[in-house]
């Protein structure tokens, strides 16, 4: 069975930083596409970022600039570093991973890390 977990979240003031990390576990081939999505109260689960195995990365337009989205496929984690954080940014943050089993393709979700952005 995979997991994912995430940390890194919590409360931080508008202008501040945090990074969240996203460790895969369990019986794991491969990663292929990592990435992260955000839930707001009230809102639909929407898109931050993500980064291949190669490493090429997009970003929602909302986020460019500020975010920057990594991976250790060493360590099956994937991080989002958050900077110039706003309190739109208030959300849960989700991180997604495609794995490329030996059954075939899989797509499983964290359970998601809190991040609240005081004004």
């Known amino acids: 069975q995979v997991q994912l977990v995430e940390s890194g979240g919590g409360l931080v003031q508008a202008g501040g930083s945090l990074r969240l990390s996203c460790a895969g576990s369990g019986s794991i081939r491969s990663f292929n596409t990592m990435g992260w999505y955000r839930q707001a109260p009230g809102e639909q689960r929407g898109f931050v970022a993500d980064i291949d195995r190669a490493g090429s990365a997009m970003y929602a337009d909302s986020v460019k600039g500020r975010f920057t989205i990594s991976r250790d496929n060493d360590k099956n984690t994937v991080y989002l570093q958050m900077n110039s954080l706003s309190p739109e940014d208030t959300a849960v943050y989700y991180c997604?991973?495609?794995?490329?089993?030996?059954?075939?393709?899989?797509?499983?979700w964290g359970q998601g890390t809190q991040v609240t952005v005081s004004s």
């Open positions: 997604n991973a495609d794995l490329i089993q030996w059954g075939g393709n899989e797509n499983y």
